[in-house]
């Protein structure tokens, strides 16, 4: 006959230190759990912002670029076009060079505007991205440069108002249509002497026209320039140092 043991179901109680110790383990792994999950949390963060740092040297160094190009182009192309379209107003009609007239109408036209390199500012702003910078200094820095540029970006909306919408628009609309229809429209250039002249009044306010646009282009604007170019190298040159 087999002889059945039943099995002990008489556990040994825990003392208090026994209970204690496994307490203490719990709560060191969840601890340590939890100051690890911060560390991580912290370097990733370190990462995110020294990748935000190097991305916004980068915009900084392209508006620097973009900057000097104006600048560039505004003190030789646009002064020598803008130059020489006011003398056309000082000459006799019958006697003007109808080609060359025609030429520097359409060239000192061009005009090109400041276009930042905003996408990493546009990121740390709205992305919630400034919370990984406790440097008010660094806060301080975006400000002031998004105020530059601005300010900058401003006076450009002006000068292309008072450029295109006043002046321009008040030379076609006293030009003789058919030539104008020619040069822009059929890409003929006119040849000859001789435009249609303008009454006294018109000349008088185109005149004043020229000479605003022309000191928004040879002052007010290279001095703008100059203000935010040195905004941008002075906030590049704080973040190398970060």
Not at 19 to 45: C, K
Not at 68 to 79: A, D, G, M, P
Not at 112 to 130: D, R
């Given at each position: 006959?087999?002889?059945?043991?039943?099995?002990?179901?008489?556990?040994?109680?825990?003392?208090?230190?026994e209970?204690?110790?496994?307490?203490?383990?719990?709560?060191?792994?969840?601890?340590?759990?939890?100051?690890?999950?911060?560390?991580?949390?912290?370097?990733?963060?370190?990462?995110?912002?020294?990748?935000?740092?190097?991305?916004l040297?980068?915009d900084?160094?392209?508006?620097?670029?973009?900057?000097?190009?104006?600048?560039?182009?505004?003190?030789?192309?646009?002064?020598?076009?803008?130059?020489?379209?006011?003398?056309?107003?000082?000459?006799?009609?019958?006697?003007?060079?109808?080609?060359?007239?025609?030429?520097?109408?359409?060239?000192?036209?061009e005009?090109?505007?400041?276009?930042?390199?905003?996408?990493?500012?546009?990121?740390?702003?709205?992305?919630?991205?400034?919370?990984?910078?406790?440097?008010?200094?660094?806060?301080?820095?975006?400000?002031?440069?998004?105020?530059?540029?601005?300010?900058?970006?401003?006076?450009?909306?002006?000068?292309?108002?008072?450029?295109?919408?006043?002046?321009?628009?008040?030379?076609?609309?006293?030009?003789?249509?058919?030539?104008?229809?020619?040069?822009?429209?059929?890409?003929?250039?006119?040849?000859?002497?001789?435009?249609?002249?303008?009454?006294?009044?018109?000349?008088?306010?185109?005149?004043?026209?020229?000479?605003?646009?022309?000191?928004?282009?040879?002052?007010?604007?290279?001095?703008?320039?100059?203000?935010?170019?040195?905004?941008?190298?002075?906030?590049?040159?704080?973040l190398?140092?970060?």
């Amino acid at each position: 006959m087999d002889v059945h043991h039943h099995p002990d179901l008489h556990h040994k109680k825990k003392n208090f230190k026994e209970y204690f110790l496994e307490f203490l383990m719990i709560f060191l792994a969840v601890t340590l759990g939890f100051f690890a999950e911060n560390i991580r949390e912290h370097s990733d963060e370190n990462s995110r912002a020294r990748g935000l740092i190097a991305s916004l040297l980068v915009d900084l160094q392209k508006d620097t670029a973009t900057i000097n190009w104006l600048s560039e182009f505004r003190s030789t192309q646009r002064k020598l076009r803008l130059d020489s379209f006011y003398q056309f107003l000082n000459v006799s009609p019958g006697k003007v060079d109808r080609k060359r007239y025609y030429q520097f109408l359409r060239e000192m036209q061009e005009f090109y505007t400041f276009s930042q390199s905003n996408g990493t500012i546009n990121q740390l702003k709205n992305a919630g991205y400034l919370r990984y910078f406790s440097d008010e200094e660094l806060l301080k820095r975006i400000s002031e440069y998004e105020f530059f540029v601005q300010d900058f970006k401003n006076d450009e909306t002006m000068e292309f108002h008072l450029h295109y919408d006043r002046l321009v628009e008040l030379i076609k609309g006293n030009s003789d249509n058919e030539s104008m229809y020619q040069f822009y429209v059929k890409k003929v250039v006119p040849e000859g002497s001789g435009i249609k002249p303008f009454s006294p009044e018109v000349l008088q306010t185109m005149k004043a026209l020229m000479i605003e646009v022309m000191w928004y282009n040879n002052s007010q604007m290279p001095m703008q320039n100059e203000r935010v170019k040195n905004k941008s190298i002075a906030f590049m040159e704080y973040l190398h140092t970060k």
